[in-house]
Protein backbone atom coordinates (compact mmCIF):
# COMPACT_ATOMS: atom_id res chain seq x y z
CA UNK A 1 0.00 0.00 0.00
CA UNK A 2 1.27 3.07 -0.71
CA UNK A 3 2.00 6.36 1.72
CA UNK A 4 -0.94 8.36 -0.23
CA UNK A 5 -3.15 5.57 0.12
CA UNK A 6 -2.82 4.78 3.58
CA UNK A 7 -3.41 8.21 4.33
CA UNK A 8 -6.42 8.02 2.24
CA UNK A 9 -7.65 5.15 4.45
CA UNK A 10 -6.96 7.11 7.59
CA UNK A 11 -8.80 10.01 6.81
CA UNK A 12 -12.18 7.74 5.19
CA UNK A 13 -11.65 5.65 8.29
CA UNK A 14 -14.64 6.45 10.58
CA UNK A 15 -14.55 4.54 13.89
CA UNK A 16 -17.73 3.73 15.45
CA UNK A 17 -16.96 1.58 18.77
CA UNK A 18 -15.18 3.37 21.33
CA UNK A 19 -14.24 -0.65 22.22
CA UNK A 20 -12.21 -0.20 18.86
CA UNK A 21 -9.22 1.44 20.60
CA UNK A 22 -9.76 -0.42 23.24
CA UNK A 23 -9.20 -4.16 21.78
CA UNK A 24 -7.37 -3.63 18.20
CA UNK A 25 -7.76 -6.58 15.97
CA UNK A 26 -4.70 -8.70 16.11
CA UNK A 27 -2.22 -7.19 13.58
CA UNK A 28 -1.39 -10.28 12.13
CA UNK A 29 -4.83 -11.15 11.51
CA UNK A 30 -6.19 -11.96 8.15
CA UNK A 31 -8.39 -8.88 6.88
CA UNK A 32 -11.84 -9.52 4.35
CA UNK A 33 -13.55 -6.44 3.28
CA UNK A 34 -17.51 -6.22 3.03
CA UNK A 35 -19.01 -4.21 0.89
CA UNK A 36 -22.35 -2.82 2.26
CA UNK A 37 -23.39 -2.36 5.43
CA UNK A 38 -26.97 -3.56 5.27
CA UNK A 39 -28.25 -6.36 7.11
CA UNK A 40 -26.54 -9.23 5.58
CA UNK A 41 -23.14 -7.60 5.84
CA UNK A 42 -23.24 -6.52 9.06
CA UNK A 43 -24.18 -10.33 10.41
CA UNK A 44 -21.79 -11.43 8.41
CA UNK A 45 -19.06 -8.64 9.10
CA UNK A 46 -19.77 -9.80 13.08
CA UNK A 47 -19.58 -13.62 12.00
CA UNK A 48 -15.70 -13.13 10.56
CA UNK A 49 -14.85 -11.07 13.74
CA UNK A 50 -15.95 -13.62 15.86
CA UNK A 51 -13.92 -15.74 13.87
CA UNK A 52 -11.43 -14.08 14.19
CA UNK A 53 -10.91 -12.00 11.11
CA UNK A 54 -10.41 -8.31 10.65
CA UNK A 55 -13.04 -6.65 8.94
CA UNK A 56 -13.20 -3.93 6.72
CA UNK A 57 -16.33 -2.37 5.04
CA UNK A 58 -16.72 -0.60 1.96
CA UNK A 59 -19.94 1.70 2.18
CA UNK A 60 -21.30 4.41 0.70
CA UNK A 61 -21.78 7.11 3.44
CA UNK A 62 -18.29 6.12 5.48
CA UNK A 63 -18.85 8.58 7.81
CA UNK A 64 -22.58 8.68 8.13
CA UNK A 65 -22.77 4.74 8.94
CA UNK A 66 -25.22 2.62 11.15
CA UNK A 67 -24.51 2.35 14.94
CA UNK A 68 -25.38 -1.22 14.40
CA UNK A 69 -22.32 -1.64 12.44
CA UNK A 70 -20.08 -4.43 14.43
CA UNK A 71 -17.68 -3.35 16.86
CA UNK A 72 -13.90 -3.76 16.39
CA UNK A 73 -14.43 -3.26 12.08
CA UNK A 74 -13.68 -0.47 10.10
CA UNK A 75 -15.83 1.26 7.67
CA UNK A 76 -14.16 2.89 4.90
CA UNK A 77 -14.90 3.84 1.27
CA UNK A 78 -15.06 1.45 -1.42
CA UNK A 79 -11.95 2.01 -2.87
CA UNK A 80 -9.94 2.14 0.19
CA UNK A 81 -11.67 -1.00 1.52
CA UNK A 82 -10.78 -2.68 -1.77
CA UNK A 83 -7.51 -1.88 -0.91
CA UNK A 84 -7.43 -3.76 2.15
CA UNK A 85 -8.26 -7.56 1.39
CA UNK A 86 -7.97 -9.70 -1.17
CA UNK A 87 -11.36 -11.19 -0.41
CA UNK A 88 -14.49 -8.74 -0.57
CA UNK A 89 -17.65 -10.07 -0.14
CA UNK A 90 -20.48 -8.15 -1.65
CA UNK A 91 -23.28 -7.39 0.08
CA UNK A 92 -25.12 -5.62 -1.62
CA UNK A 93 -28.57 -5.71 -4.33
CA UNK A 94 -27.80 -6.46 -7.85
CA UNK A 95 -29.64 -3.55 -9.37
CA UNK A 96 -26.51 -1.28 -7.99
CA UNK A 97 -23.49 -3.53 -9.14
CA UNK A 98 -22.40 -0.76 -11.35
CA UNK A 99 -20.38 1.42 -8.51
CA UNK A 100 -18.16 -1.44 -8.99
CA UNK A 101 -17.20 -0.55 -12.62
CA UNK A 102 -15.44 2.36 -11.65
CA UNK A 103 -13.67 0.68 -9.22
CA UNK A 104 -12.60 -2.56 -12.00
CA UNK A 105 -8.97 -1.49 -11.33
CA UNK A 106 -8.97 -1.65 -7.73
CA UNK A 107 -10.36 -5.01 -7.69
CA UNK A 108 -8.20 -6.69 -10.38
CA UNK A 109 -6.86 -9.89 -9.22
CA UNK A 110 -9.33 -9.68 -6.33
CA UNK A 111 -11.88 -12.91 -5.40
CA UNK A 112 -15.87 -11.33 -5.02
CA UNK A 113 -18.10 -13.34 -3.40
CA UNK A 114 -21.49 -12.54 -4.64
CA UNK A 115 -23.91 -13.25 -1.99
CA UNK A 116 -26.98 -11.63 -4.06
CA UNK A 117 -30.10 -13.55 -4.47
CA UNK A 118 -33.59 -12.75 -6.44
CA UNK A 119 -36.94 -11.90 -5.63
CA UNK A 120 -38.18 -14.38 -8.39
CA UNK A 121 -36.61 -17.10 -10.75
CA UNK A 122 -35.44 -16.35 -14.31
CA UNK A 123 -35.54 -12.32 -12.66
CA UNK A 124 -32.90 -11.53 -14.86
CA UNK A 125 -31.46 -13.22 -17.90
CA UNK A 126 -28.51 -13.87 -16.53
CA UNK A 127 -27.30 -15.19 -13.22
CA UNK A 128 -25.93 -12.30 -10.54
CA UNK A 129 -22.57 -13.75 -10.35
CA UNK A 130 -22.30 -13.89 -13.99
CA UNK A 131 -23.22 -10.63 -14.75
CA UNK A 132 -20.78 -9.18 -11.76
CA UNK A 133 -18.03 -11.27 -13.31
CA UNK A 134 -19.12 -9.23 -17.02
CA UNK A 135 -18.48 -5.97 -14.96
CA UNK A 136 -15.20 -6.92 -13.35
CA UNK A 137 -13.44 -9.12 -15.69
CA UNK A 138 -10.08 -8.78 -14.07
CA UNK A 139 -11.55 -10.12 -10.75
CA UNK A 140 -12.32 -13.66 -10.20
CA UNK A 141 -16.32 -14.24 -8.46
CA UNK A 142 -17.45 -16.93 -6.49
CA UNK A 143 -21.15 -17.08 -5.56
CA UNK A 144 -21.57 -18.33 -2.32
CA UNK A 145 -23.29 -17.96 1.25
CA UNK A 146 -26.85 -16.49 -0.47
CA UNK A 147 -27.88 -19.85 0.79
CA UNK A 148 -28.21 -18.27 4.53
CA UNK A 149 -30.09 -15.57 5.83
CA UNK A 150 -28.49 -12.68 7.73
CA UNK A 151 -30.58 -13.99 11.06
CA UNK A 152 -28.95 -16.90 10.89
CA UNK A 153 -25.22 -15.74 10.15
CA UNK A 154 -25.77 -13.75 13.56
CA UNK A 155 -27.22 -16.71 15.41
CA UNK A 156 -24.17 -19.11 14.07
CA UNK A 157 -24.28 -22.43 12.48
CA UNK A 158 -27.04 -25.00 13.51
CA UNK A 159 -27.66 -28.50 11.92
CA UNK A 160 -30.23 -27.44 9.69
CA UNK A 161 -28.20 -24.62 8.58
CA UNK A 162 -25.25 -25.79 7.89
CA UNK A 163 -24.77 -26.08 4.53
CA UNK A 164 -22.44 -23.28 2.58
CA UNK A 165 -22.84 -23.87 -1.20
CA UNK A 166 -19.86 -22.35 -3.70
CA UNK A 167 -19.79 -21.53 -7.35
CA UNK A 168 -16.66 -19.95 -9.75
CA UNK A 169 -14.56 -20.41 -12.28
CA UNK A 170 -10.77 -20.40 -10.39
CA UNK A 171 -9.95 -23.17 -7.41
CA UNK A 172 -7.96 -20.96 -5.61
CA UNK A 173 -10.70 -18.50 -5.71
CA UNK A 174 -13.25 -21.04 -4.26
CA UNK A 175 -10.61 -22.96 -1.99
CA UNK A 176 -10.44 -19.19 -0.77
CA UNK A 177 -13.72 -18.38 0.08
CA UNK A 178 -14.19 -22.24 1.13
CA UNK A 179 -11.51 -21.75 3.89
CA UNK A 180 -13.49 -18.81 5.47
CA UNK A 181 -16.45 -20.61 5.27
CA UNK A 182 -15.41 -23.42 7.06
CA UNK A 183 -13.53 -21.03 9.55
CA UNK A 184 -17.07 -19.49 10.57
CA UNK A 185 -18.27 -23.12 11.38
CA UNK A 186 -20.32 -23.99 8.08
CA UNK A 187 -19.23 -26.72 5.79
CA UNK A 188 -18.73 -25.73 2.42
CA UNK A 189 -19.60 -27.72 -1.16
CA UNK A 190 -18.16 -26.74 -4.10
CA UNK A 191 -20.94 -26.76 -7.01
CA UNK A 192 -18.65 -26.14 -9.77
CA UNK A 193 -18.24 -23.29 -12.28
CA UNK A 194 -19.85 -20.35 -12.27
CA UNK A 195 -23.00 -21.91 -14.68
CA UNK A 196 -24.19 -23.27 -11.46
CA UNK A 197 -24.53 -19.93 -10.02
CA UNK A 198 -28.58 -19.35 -11.66
CA UNK A 199 -29.06 -22.64 -9.59
CA UNK A 200 -27.78 -21.63 -6.30
CA UNK A 201 -29.73 -18.13 -6.88
CA UNK A 202 -32.62 -20.21 -6.88
CA UNK A 203 -32.47 -22.09 -3.91
CA UNK A 204 -33.75 -19.60 -1.14
CA UNK A 205 -37.09 -19.24 -3.46
CA UNK A 206 -37.73 -22.66 -3.35
CA UNK A 207 -40.73 -23.64 -1.28
CA UNK A 208 -41.03 -27.37 0.08
CA UNK A 209 -40.32 -28.48 -3.83
CA UNK A 210 -40.26 -32.45 -2.79
CA UNK A 211 -43.21 -31.90 -0.90
CA UNK A 212 -45.25 -30.22 -3.57
CA UNK A 213 -45.99 -33.58 -5.55
CA UNK A 214 -46.61 -35.61 -2.77
CA UNK A 215 -48.74 -32.54 -1.81
CA UNK A 216 -50.79 -32.80 -4.66
CA UNK A 217 -51.39 -36.05 -4.95
CA UNK A 218 -52.75 -36.61 -1.31
CA UNK A 219 -55.04 -33.26 -1.66
CA UNK A 220 -56.60 -34.99 -5.28
CA UNK A 221 -56.78 -38.31 -3.83
CA UNK A 222 -58.90 -36.65 -0.69
CA UNK A 223 -61.20 -34.75 -2.79
CA UNK A 224 -61.96 -37.29 -5.09
CA UNK A 225 -62.72 -39.72 -2.67
CA UNK A 226 -64.87 -37.24 -0.46
CA UNK A 227 -67.42 -36.52 -3.44
CA UNK A 228 -67.12 -40.24 -4.47
CA UNK A 229 -68.29 -40.92 -0.70
CA UNK A 230 -70.60 -38.19 -0.46
CA UNK A 231 -72.52 -38.91 -3.36
CA UNK A 232 -72.73 -42.93 -2.56
CA UNK A 233 -73.29 -42.35 1.34
CA UNK A 234 -74.68 -39.28 1.79
CA UNK A 235 -76.83 -38.44 -1.29
CA UNK A 236 -77.81 -42.13 -2.02
CA UNK A 237 -80.01 -41.63 1.36
CA UNK A 238 -81.17 -38.98 0.84
CA UNK A 239 -82.54 -39.53 -2.61
CA UNK A 240 -83.39 -43.19 -2.07
CA UNK A 241 -84.57 -42.82 1.45
CA UNK A 242 -85.22 -39.49 1.91
CA UNK A 243 -83.03 -39.68 4.92
CA UNK A 244 -80.96 -36.58 5.62
CA UNK A 245 -77.88 -38.31 7.03
CA UNK A 246 -75.33 -34.73 6.23
CA UNK A 247 -73.57 -35.21 9.70
CA UNK A 248 -71.97 -38.22 9.03
CA UNK A 249 -69.98 -36.07 6.79
CA UNK A 250 -68.25 -35.05 9.83
CA UNK A 251 -66.62 -38.13 11.35
CA UNK A 252 -67.96 -41.02 9.03
CA UNK A 253 -66.91 -39.74 6.05
CA UNK A 254 -63.88 -38.66 7.20
CA UNK A 255 -62.89 -41.95 8.98
CA UNK A 256 -63.66 -43.35 5.53
CA UNK A 257 -61.33 -41.01 3.49
CA UNK A 258 -58.55 -40.92 5.68
CA UNK A 259 -57.64 -44.56 5.70
CA UNK A 260 -58.18 -44.91 1.67
CA UNK A 261 -55.84 -42.13 0.84
CA UNK A 262 -53.49 -43.40 3.30
CA UNK A 263 -53.45 -47.00 1.59
CA UNK A 264 -53.18 -45.89 -1.52
CA UNK A 265 -50.37 -43.34 -0.72
CA UNK A 266 -48.73 -46.28 1.03
CA UNK A 267 -49.05 -48.20 -1.97
CA UNK A 268 -47.58 -45.17 -4.07
CA UNK A 269 -43.99 -45.38 -2.16
CA UNK A 270 -43.53 -48.96 -2.55
CA UNK A 271 -45.02 -49.16 -6.78
CA UNK A 272 -41.79 -47.17 -8.54
CA UNK A 273 -39.14 -49.38 -6.73
CA UNK A 274 -41.16 -52.50 -7.85
CA UNK A 275 -41.60 -50.80 -11.58
CA UNK A 276 -37.99 -50.17 -11.24
CA UNK A 277 -36.84 -53.58 -10.65
CA UNK A 278 -38.89 -55.06 -13.48
CA UNK A 279 -37.70 -52.45 -15.49
CA UNK A 280 -33.82 -53.88 -14.73
CA UNK A 281 -35.28 -56.86 -15.00
CA UNK A 282 -36.82 -55.75 -18.71
CA UNK A 283 -33.73 -53.95 -19.85
CA UNK A 284 -31.26 -56.86 -18.62
CA UNK A 285 -28.88 -54.20 -17.19
CA UNK A 286 -28.54 -51.79 -14.08
CA UNK A 287 -26.44 -49.20 -16.30
CA UNK A 288 -29.01 -47.19 -17.41
CA UNK A 289 -31.12 -44.23 -16.39
CA UNK A 290 -34.54 -44.79 -15.09
CA UNK A 291 -36.97 -42.51 -16.76
CA UNK A 292 -37.41 -38.66 -15.47
CA UNK A 293 -40.59 -39.09 -14.10
CA UNK A 294 -39.12 -42.34 -12.10
CA UNK A 295 -36.66 -40.85 -10.82
CA UNK A 296 -39.00 -38.22 -9.73
CA UNK A 297 -41.17 -40.63 -8.32
CA UNK A 298 -39.10 -42.10 -6.36
CA UNK A 299 -37.12 -38.88 -4.68
CA UNK A 300 -40.37 -38.30 -3.23
CA UNK A 301 -41.37 -41.52 -1.67
CA UNK A 302 -40.56 -40.56 1.81
CA UNK A 303 -42.59 -37.60 1.36
CA UNK A 304 -45.48 -39.61 0.20
CA UNK A 305 -44.93 -42.21 3.29
CA UNK A 306 -44.91 -39.35 5.76
CA UNK A 307 -48.25 -38.40 4.32
CA UNK A 308 -49.57 -41.44 3.83
CA UNK A 309 -48.60 -41.57 7.88
CA UNK A 310 -50.42 -38.47 8.52
CA UNK A 311 -53.57 -40.28 7.19
CA UNK A 312 -53.63 -43.28 8.69
CA UNK A 313 -52.91 -41.33 12.18
CA UNK A 314 -55.83 -39.28 11.52
CA UNK A 315 -57.68 -42.51 11.15
CA UNK A 316 -56.90 -43.98 14.09
CA UNK A 317 -57.85 -40.76 15.71
CA UNK A 318 -60.98 -40.49 14.61
CA UNK A 319 -61.48 -43.97 14.97
CA UNK A 320 -60.74 -43.74 18.89
CA UNK A 321 -63.84 -41.34 19.20
CA UNK A 322 -65.87 -43.54 17.72
CA UNK A 323 -67.61 -44.18 21.18
CA UNK A 324 -68.20 -41.42 22.15
CA UNK A 325 -70.07 -40.10 19.23
CA UNK A 326 -73.85 -39.43 20.54
CA UNK A 327 -74.94 -41.04 17.05
CA UNK A 328 -73.07 -44.33 17.77
CA UNK A 329 -74.70 -43.99 21.46
CA UNK A 330 -78.21 -43.41 20.60
CA UNK A 331 -77.99 -46.30 18.08
CA UNK A 332 -76.70 -48.54 20.52
CA UNK A 333 -79.28 -47.55 22.94
CA UNK A 334 -81.83 -48.26 20.51
CA UNK A 335 -81.09 -51.51 20.03
CA UNK A 336 -80.46 -52.42 23.46
CA UNK A 337 -83.81 -50.82 24.02
CA UNK A 338 -85.24 -52.75 21.36
CA UNK A 339 -84.37 -56.15 22.28
CA UNK A 340 -85.28 -55.91 25.79
CA UNK A 341 -89.12 -54.77 24.41
CA UNK A 342 -89.19 -57.44 22.09
CA UNK A 343 -88.14 -60.04 24.59
CA UNK A 344 -85.46 -61.13 21.77
CA UNK A 345 -82.11 -62.89 22.43
CA UNK A 346 -79.08 -62.75 20.25
CA UNK A 347 -76.72 -65.58 19.73
CA UNK A 348 -72.92 -64.98 20.34
CA UNK A 349 -71.29 -65.37 16.27
CA UNK A 350 -67.79 -66.86 16.41
CA UNK A 351 -67.19 -65.48 12.91
CA UNK A 352 -68.21 -62.58 13.52
CA UNK A 353 -66.28 -61.91 16.58
CA UNK A 354 -63.03 -63.79 14.86
CA UNK A 355 -63.31 -61.78 11.65
CA UNK A 356 -63.82 -58.17 13.76
CA UNK A 357 -60.96 -59.20 16.23
CA UNK A 358 -58.74 -60.22 13.12
CA UNK A 359 -59.40 -56.81 11.67
CA UNK A 360 -58.83 -54.24 14.83
CA UNK A 361 -54.87 -56.16 15.47
CA UNK A 362 -54.42 -55.95 11.89
CA UNK A 363 -55.03 -52.23 11.84
CA UNK A 364 -53.02 -51.96 14.92
CA UNK A 365 -49.80 -53.90 13.93
CA UNK A 366 -50.10 -52.52 10.81
CA UNK A 367 -50.19 -49.18 12.08
CA UNK A 368 -47.33 -49.56 14.53
CA UNK A 369 -45.25 -50.45 11.67
CA UNK A 370 -45.96 -47.32 9.79
CA UNK A 371 -44.86 -45.25 13.01
CA UNK A 372 -41.73 -46.86 12.72
CA UNK A 373 -41.05 -46.51 8.80
CA UNK A 374 -41.80 -42.80 9.91
CA UNK A 375 -39.67 -42.37 13.03
CA UNK A 376 -36.95 -43.97 11.00
CA UNK A 377 -37.23 -41.76 8.01
CA UNK A 378 -36.24 -39.09 10.26
CA UNK A 379 -32.85 -38.10 9.25
CA UNK A 380 -31.61 -38.00 13.12
CA UNK A 381 -32.73 -41.50 13.66
CA UNK A 382 -31.32 -42.76 9.90
CA UNK A 383 -28.46 -41.23 10.14
CA UNK A 384 -27.99 -44.07 13.59
CA UNK A 385 -28.80 -46.79 11.50
CA UNK A 386 -26.69 -49.19 9.06
CA UNK A 387 -27.07 -49.39 5.98
CA UNK A 388 -28.49 -52.88 5.97
CA UNK A 389 -30.49 -51.93 9.04
CA UNK A 390 -32.35 -48.92 7.20
CA UNK A 391 -32.87 -51.00 4.20
CA UNK A 392 -34.17 -53.88 6.18
CA UNK A 393 -36.95 -51.47 8.05
CA UNK A 394 -37.82 -49.63 4.77
CA UNK A 395 -37.91 -52.32 2.61
CA UNK A 396 -39.17 -55.65 4.44
CA UNK A 397 -41.04 -53.63 7.26
CA UNK A 398 -42.59 -51.49 4.91
CA UNK A 399 -43.75 -54.14 2.37
CA UNK A 400 -44.98 -56.00 5.51
CA UNK A 401 -46.96 -52.74 6.61
CA UNK A 402 -48.54 -52.75 3.13
CA UNK A 403 -49.47 -56.55 3.72
CA UNK A 404 -51.22 -55.67 7.38
CA UNK A 405 -52.45 -52.34 6.29
CA UNK A 406 -54.23 -54.40 3.01
CA UNK A 407 -54.99 -57.22 4.85
CA UNK A 408 -56.96 -55.18 6.97
CA UNK A 409 -59.30 -53.50 4.38
CA UNK A 410 -59.89 -56.62 3.00
CA UNK A 411 -61.09 -58.19 6.80
CA UNK A 412 -63.44 -55.18 6.85
CA UNK A 413 -65.54 -56.03 4.23
CA UNK A 414 -64.98 -59.19 3.84
CA UNK A 415 -68.34 -60.15 4.10
CA UNK A 416 -69.69 -57.83 1.72
CA UNK A 417 -68.01 -58.13 -1.56
CA UNK A 418 -70.73 -60.13 -2.95
CA UNK A 419 -73.76 -58.34 -1.35
CA UNK A 420 -75.32 -56.30 -3.89
CA UNK A 421 -76.50 -53.50 -1.67
CA UNK A 422 -73.34 -52.43 -1.07
CA UNK A 423 -73.18 -51.39 -4.83
CA UNK A 424 -74.94 -48.06 -4.62
CA UNK A 425 -76.13 -46.81 -7.88
CA UNK A 426 -73.71 -49.78 -9.27
CA UNK A 427 -70.36 -48.31 -7.77
CA UNK A 428 -68.32 -49.99 -5.27
CA UNK A 429 -67.47 -48.71 -1.58
CA UNK A 430 -64.36 -46.86 -1.23
CA UNK A 431 -62.65 -49.46 0.57
CA UNK A 432 -62.65 -51.78 -2.66
CA UNK A 433 -61.37 -48.94 -4.98
CA UNK A 434 -58.88 -48.34 -2.62
CA UNK A 435 -57.62 -52.17 -2.50
CA UNK A 436 -56.95 -52.19 -5.99
CA UNK A 437 -53.48 -50.74 -5.98
CA UNK A 438 -52.26 -52.07 -2.85
CA UNK A 439 -52.98 -55.30 -4.22
CA UNK A 440 -51.28 -54.93 -7.76
CA UNK A 441 -47.99 -53.37 -5.96
CA UNK A 442 -48.05 -56.85 -3.69
CA UNK A 443 -48.46 -58.72 -6.23
CA UNK A 444 -45.47 -57.87 -8.31
CA UNK A 445 -43.46 -58.06 -5.41
CA UNK A 446 -44.73 -61.47 -4.65
CA UNK A 447 -43.51 -62.24 -8.46
CA UNK A 448 -40.18 -60.59 -7.37
CA UNK A 449 -39.30 -62.46 -4.95
CA UNK A 450 -40.03 -65.70 -6.73
CA UNK A 451 -36.93 -67.91 -6.84
CA UNK A 452 -36.48 -67.36 -10.71
CA UNK A 453 -37.17 -63.26 -10.57
CA UNK A 454 -35.32 -62.86 -6.95
CA UNK A 455 -31.83 -64.96 -8.62
CA UNK A 456 -32.21 -62.38 -11.74
CA UNK A 457 -33.01 -59.48 -9.44
CA UNK A 458 -30.59 -59.57 -6.34
CA UNK A 459 -27.39 -58.62 -8.35
CA UNK A 460 -29.40 -55.27 -9.71
CA UNK A 461 -31.18 -54.14 -6.83
CA UNK A 462 -28.51 -52.28 -4.88
CA UNK A 463 -26.79 -51.49 -7.93
CA UNK A 464 -30.29 -49.99 -9.67
CA UNK A 465 -30.06 -46.98 -7.39
CA UNK A 466 -26.49 -46.14 -7.94
CA UNK A 467 -27.03 -45.89 -11.82
CA UNK A 468 -30.22 -43.85 -10.78
CA UNK A 469 -29.00 -39.66 -9.52
CA UNK A 470 -30.19 -40.36 -6.58
CA UNK A 471 -29.14 -39.37 -3.06
CA UNK A 472 -27.63 -42.32 -1.14
CA UNK A 473 -30.12 -41.62 1.28
CA UNK A 474 -32.77 -42.42 -1.60
CA UNK A 475 -31.33 -45.49 -2.72
CA UNK A 476 -32.82 -47.18 0.24
CA UNK A 477 -36.28 -46.93 -1.05
CA UNK A 478 -35.09 -48.06 -4.33
CA UNK A 479 -36.32 -51.34 -5.80
CA UNK A 480 -37.42 -52.19 -2.50
P1 LIG B 1 -29.86 -4.19 2.65
O1 LIG B 1 -30.07 -4.35 4.11
O2 LIG B 1 -30.81 -3.38 1.88
O3 LIG B 1 -28.40 -3.65 2.44
C1 LIG B 1 -27.89 -3.42 1.16
C2 LIG B 1 -26.67 -2.53 1.26
O4 LIG B 1 -26.22 -2.27 -0.05
C3 LIG B 1 -26.99 -1.17 1.86
O5 LIG B 1 -26.91 -1.18 3.23
C4 LIG B 1 -25.94 -0.28 1.20
O6 LIG B 1 -24.79 -0.24 2.02
C5 LIG B 1 -25.61 -0.98 -0.09
N1 LIG B 1 -26.19 -0.22 -1.20
C6 LIG B 1 -27.48 0.14 -1.38
N2 LIG B 1 -27.61 0.84 -2.53
C7 LIG B 1 -26.37 0.95 -3.06
C8 LIG B 1 -25.86 1.57 -4.23
N3 LIG B 1 -26.63 2.24 -5.08
N4 LIG B 1 -24.55 1.45 -4.48
C9 LIG B 1 -23.74 0.80 -3.64
N5 LIG B 1 -24.17 0.18 -2.50
C10 LIG B 1 -25.46 0.27 -2.22
O7 LIG B 1 -29.81 -5.61 1.95
P2 LIG B 1 -29.32 -7.00 2.58
O8 LIG B 1 -30.46 -7.67 3.20
O9 LIG B 1 -28.10 -6.81 3.37
O10 LIG B 1 -28.97 -7.83 1.26
C11 LIG B 1 -27.81 -7.52 0.50
C12 LIG B 1 -27.67 -8.60 -0.58
O11 LIG B 1 -27.52 -9.86 0.06
C13 LIG B 1 -28.87 -8.72 -1.49
O12 LIG B 1 -28.44 -8.97 -2.79
C14 LIG B 1 -29.62 -9.90 -0.95
O13 LIG B 1 -30.32 -10.59 -1.96
C15 LIG B 1 -28.50 -10.78 -0.43
N6 LIG B 1 -28.90 -11.67 0.67
C16 LIG B 1 -29.54 -11.16 1.77
C17 LIG B 1 -29.88 -12.02 2.81
C18 LIG B 1 -30.55 -11.51 4.06
O14 LIG B 1 -30.93 -12.32 4.91
N7 LIG B 1 -30.71 -10.23 4.23
C19 LIG B 1 -29.61 -13.40 2.70
C20 LIG B 1 -28.95 -13.87 1.57
C21 LIG B 1 -28.60 -12.99 0.56
P3 LIG B 1 -24.03 1.17 2.29
O15 LIG B 1 -25.10 2.13 2.71
O16 LIG B 1 -23.04 0.85 3.35
O17 LIG B 1 -23.39 1.57 0.99
Known amino acids: MTG?????????????????????????????????????GRSLGLRLLQAGYGVVFGSRRPHSSSSLIPHGSQVLGHAAAAQSGHLIFIAVQREHYDFLVPLANQLKGKVLVDLSNNLRKNQY???????????????????????????????????????????????QAKQAVMAVATKLGFSALDRGFLSVARELEDFPLQLFPQWRLPLYIATGLSAAFFFYLLIRDIIYAYFTQGKDISFRIMVSLANKVCPIVSLIMLSLCYLPGVLASFLQLYRGTKYRRFPDWLDRWMLCRKQLGLLALGFAFLHVLYTLIIPIRYYVRFKATERTVSVIRENRTTEFDTTTAWSGDSYLSLGILGFSLYVLLGITSLPSVSNVLSWREFSFIQSK?????????????????????????????????????????????????????????????????VMTALSSRHELLFLCYCTL
Open 125 to 171: PEANAEYLQSLVPGAEVVKGFNTLSAWSLQKGPSDANRQVYICGESV
Open 4 to 40: QERSEEKSECVSLSPMREAVPAPPECERVCVFGTGDL
Open 397 to 461: LGHLTLLLCTAHTYLYGWNKFLSSSTYKWCTPPGYMLCLVLPSVVLLLKLLLITPYTHTQNNTLS
